[in-house]
């Protein structure tokens, strides 16, 4: 049995991911000396797997000594600002996003481009030479994206986005779409919807606090959606769908939304419903204007964002009860009104989360910005490398 | 490397795993030849890990040709009847329940006692000398009961049943109650809701159909609790609180809940809900009399009953549009309830679930009856031998 090169090489190939994911977990550089007490290897094995990442550029060294111990210095192994990259790209209602990050999440690159067109083609088209100026972009600095990553403000079941209303978008199919645009590029396609890819996001930037592996994103705007992360992962549901916090009934007699149902949430938090039918002055965003009556002590949209945090809170509840999740993200439109929200929201969580009296749930404004989708979509790489760097170095020697 | 022990002894457990989970899967007896196919495994190793699989009372082997193929007779591997065994324990609203299920998941053993005494010290030491009877009972069939878990109405955080309001526990240690019942049986144990349990005893029944990953399993009673199946694997939340669903909000303005909250799907859809302050005469179910009234034509009857399929609807498309589970699973009072209640809850999913029009949701009767928390709990055995067969097989030479 231990003669046969197949085994052997999968064995090797093995290690090889074992010693890549222990240098993507760390929060600091770590010594091949960490490295073989961490996997169990021998240093020999360590040596040779470590100078395999070195030349293909998965992993680099660094001189410091961040112990602070006296001695010869520490040589630490840490995430290399070269080699693989993603690129996300996100449409949203101010306009499209390209985003490139490498292996340790960092932004390398982010352009923008106004949304002068909603039809799908031309959306398309534009996304593809924004993404050949990223690929560009990042070849200058010597990265090589490999996986792009659309994000897209509706569900998404099987590459077909089944319903966009920000974008009259119904059963487009934009994984099709995408790999037109993008072909000649080589890379590795995927389309979600942004809520769940900002979730993504959100989870990488919070993931040196280990305790947070349950939490619920929930990003505001034209249309209200919500990324799940459980066990430490995104959760997608059933063929993608999922995540349609937007639609939970707040009140079953409530007003007639637009995808049929009454009393969804998203007749009482999206922007819509809080502008209330106010008209959105040519180069203002819709959250400004609303900020600006509110602070103007304008009594209608007052009322409006109680009823909307009165909304969100319970809807959020349901979530909290169903999926014992205790930490909400609030994203999107509701991170910039969260000052007006927040003691709303928290209030209903306080009254209906069943376990509230043992584990308080805490509400906070998303950690980063809109650009989340954009960054959760490029962050696509992390998860293709840590899966089988062996892949990436064979096809980069 | 290849000639380190450690290294090898490491290996050999891992291939002993990988054939050992390729038969727990099959839907058939699988042949050494099918078995080195589906592993990559050479023909010697198969055949050295079979003998200590049936060594160990893990695989057995049958003298079938099932493919009815002509010439030498094929002989197939399949599940132990004989080895490990799992025992589950169930405190429910009509007394107490021990089973015992084999690795292929039979009932075994099937045992009922009255509960006499909600008080949970009298509960658990009732629960410990059916355990007993049940270690016994197996081993007269050369069974080997290695896991004990016990079902609660209500949830467990750590095994701390937080709230139990059927028998008016709160905050009532179990596991450790559990562990000073079980104590001298030697037996790993684990404490869990009935609803969560219930789901995972409809996984393992449902298992042959391959597709079904994402469901929901209700449980109706005293209490409303449900089990969430997504991407195959039953999701506790954090802590392992999840699952409230009788604590979802249908009406924000509704009848108050003894939780602290309003309009929770508990104040609609529960018995005493649907009793409507009805006494249950001695020897009859709750079930039993809502049943005859509503067979009789009362109208208070028919209104609970339309009222309760109208939450439970509500709720359930909260839960799909959140989840992307596109099937549902009516069990406890539910099932019984069921050609009452599904008209209703159908109507409400079909105008509430977003992707209704896509991908209609399944409401069903749950595929096991009121065993199903008591078998679900018993599978812990599958879930724990499948884990590491070679621990079994270690402490069982």
């Known amino acids: 049995m231990t003669g046969d090169p197949a085994r052997q090489e999968r064995l090797r190939e093995l290690n090889l991911g074992l010693v890549f994911r222990e240098v993507l977990a760390a929060d600091a550089p770590l010594s091949r000396t960490e490295l073989a007490a961490a996997t169990g290897l021998t240093r020999p094995t360590i040596t040779r797997i470590v100078e395999?990442?070195?030349?293909?550029?998965?992993?680099?060294?660094?001189?410091?000594?961040?112990?602070?111990?006296?001695?010869?210095?520490?040589?630490?192994?840490?995430?290399?600002?070269?080699?693989?990259?993603?690129?996300?790209?996100?449409?949203?209602?101010?306009?499209?996003?390209?985003c490139v990050v490498d292996l340790a999440g960092r932004v390398r690159h982010l352009a923008f481009a106004p949304l002068t067109d909603t039809d799908a083609p031309a959306v398309l088209e534009r996304l593809g030479r924004?993404?050949?100026?990223?690929?560009?972009?990042?070849?200058?600095?010597?990265?090589?994206?490999?996986?792009?990553?659309?994000?897209?403000?509706?569900?998404?079941?099987?590459?077909?986005?089944?319903?966009?209303?920000?974008?009259?978008?119904?059963?487009?199919?934009?994984?099709?779409?995408?790999?037109?645009?993008?072909?000649?590029?080589?890379?590795?396609?995927?389309?979600?919807?942004?809520?769940?890819?900002?979730?993504?996001?959100?989870l990488h930037a919070t993931g040196a606090d280990r305790a947070l592996t349950h939490f619920v994103y929930v990003s505001g705007g034209l249309d209200i959606g919500a990324g799940l992360v459980m066990d430490g992962r995104l959760m997608r549901g059933a063929r993608g769908w999922g995540g349609e916090l937007g639609h939970v009934t707040v009140d079953p007699e409530g007003k007639p939304c637009r995808c049929g149902s009454r009393g969804c949430l998203q007749t009482y938090a999206s922007l819509p419903a809080l502008l209330g039918g106010e008209v959105v002055p040519a180069?203002?965003?819709?959250?400004?204007?609303?900020?600006?009556?509110?602070?103007?002590?304008?009594?209608?949209?007052?009322?409006?964002?109680?009823?909307?945090?009165?909304?969100?809170?319970?809807?959020?509840?349901?979530?909290c009860n169903l999926l014992g999740v205790d930490t909400v993200f609030l994203g999107g439109s509701f991170a910039l009104l969260d000052s007006?929200?927040?003691?709303?929201?928290?209030?209903?969580?306080?009254?209906?989360?069943l376990f509230a009296d043992w584990a308080p749930v805490t509400v906070r404004p998303a950690t980063i910005g809109p650009d989340a989708a954009a960054i959760g979509a490029a962050l696509a790489v992390v998860?293709?490398?840590?899966?089988?760097?062996?892949a990436w170095l064979a096809a980069n020697r």
């Not at 602070?68 to 949203?92: F, H, Q, W, Y």
């Not at 204007?289 to 304008?298: E, Q, S, T």
């Not at 998860?383 to 062996?390: E, H, I, K, N, W």
Request: aromatic residues 2%; without cysteine; hydrophobic residues 45%.
């Open 130 to 202: 924004m993404a050949a100026e990223a690929v560009t972009a990042a070849a200058a600095e010597d990265l090589t994206v490999v996986t792009a990553t659309l994000a897209v403000p509706g569900p998404v079941d099987g590459g077909i986005v089944r319903t966009a209303p920000a974008l009259g978008w119904r059963d487009v199919p934009a994984a099709d779409l995408l790999d037109a645009a993008l072909s000649g590029l080589g890379l590795a396609t995927a389309v979600d919807s942004e809520a769940n890819l900002a979730a993504r996001g959100e």
């Open 52 to 98: 395999e990442l070195l030349a293909g550029r998965l992993v680099t060294e660094t001189g410091t000594n961040p112990d602070g111990r006296a001695g010869r210095p520490r040589v630490g192994l840490t995430l290399s600002r070269t080699g693989p990259a993603g690129l996300g790209l996100d449409i949203r209602s101010d306009g499209l996003a390209a």
């Open 283 to 319: 180069g203002a965003s819709p959250e400004s204007v609303i900020l600006g009556r509110a602070d103007a002590g304008r009594p209608e949209t007052l009322a409006a964002l109680d009823a909307a945090a009165s909304a969100l809170g319970v809807a959020l509840a349901n979530v």
């Open 383 to 390: 998860d293709r490398v840590s899966a089988d760097p062996s």
């Open 340 to 353: 007006w929200l927040s003691a709303g929201v928290q209030a209903e969580l306080s009254q209906r989360v």
